[in-house]
């Protein structure tokens, strides 16, 4: 079966740094996505790492460590519009998606 | 405009009817997937679509049917057997390059059952 973990709320400042951290055991792998909910939205893509190491785009950064079945999403200088819902997700063997529970960061002022 | 349209945006439904919940896109996508978000939860696939006239159950399908008579069209039917139809449901696409694993989402239909 397919297991990903991942912290259910989180708060943080405004301007702040906060990583959210994403676990996941699954048969066989293809890639991790971390995407972006706000509430009653649709998910918007943030990053995809199919390799071991850090990706980084703007504020946001990914990082994958395939051996430890393990990423997690960093937000820097955080602003009130980051308050949302992160979604982890692998990709397994085959073309299906299997997401994580989401992580709610509310920024606060 | 490209993009990936759902309707309607909020459905209210009887208890013992069926209803069908609208996903169309125009982006040329091959692959096409209705997921199923309860509150506070993450994504549950319910049926996929890699190509048309051909469809698979993802891991909660029952209760449910899909077709896919065209590449542009994949409408999901919530039937009675579905105890549970109170939720958000999402479609999202996929193209077909080999490499390409991105899924793009719908603005999504959050559907009452009354």
């Known amino acids: 079966g397919q297991n990903i973990d991942q912290p259910t709320e989180m708060t943080a400042t405004e301007g702040a740094i906060v990583q959210i951290n994403c676990t996941y055991q699954t048969s066989g792998f293809n890639g991790l996505f971390w995407y972006q909910q706000h509430a009653g939205e649709a998910p918007t893509f943030l990053s995809y790492?199919?390799?071991?190491g850090l990706e980084e785009k703007g504020r946001f950064s990914s990082f994958l460590s395939r051996s430890k079945g393990y990423s997690y999403l960093l937000l820097k200088e955080l602003q009130m519009k980051d308050s949302a819902s992160y979604l982890c997700?692998?990709?397994?063997?085959?073309?299906?998606?299997?997401f994580g529970g989401g992580t709610r960061v509310l920024v606060k002022p | 405009d490209g993009g990936i349209t759902q309707s309607p945006k909020y459905l209210f439904r009887k208890e013992g009817q069926n209803v069908t919940l609208s996903c169309e896109q125009n982006?040329?996508?091959?692959?096409m997937y209705w997921y199923r978000q309860d509150p506070g939860q993450g994504l549950r696939l319910i049926y996929y679509?890699?190509?048309?006239?051909?469809?698979q159950k993802g891991d909660i399908a029952e209760g449910y049917s899909v077709s896919r008579e065209k590449k542009e069209s994949f409408p999901l039917t919530v039937t009675s057997a579905q105890k549970n139809p109170t939720a958000f449901y999402l479609c999202?696409?996929?193209?077909?390059?080999?490499?390409?694993?991105?899924?793009?989402f719908g603005p999504g239909t959050r559907l009452l059952v009354l």
């Open positions: 999202a696409t996929k193209s077909g390059g080999a490499w390409e694993e991105t899924q793009y």
């Open positions: 982006l040329n996508h091959d692959a």
């Open positions: 790492n199919v390799l071991d």
């Open positions: 679509s890699q190509i048309v006239n051909d469809f």
């Open positions: 997700a692998v990709v397994p063997a085959g073309n299906k998606l299997t």
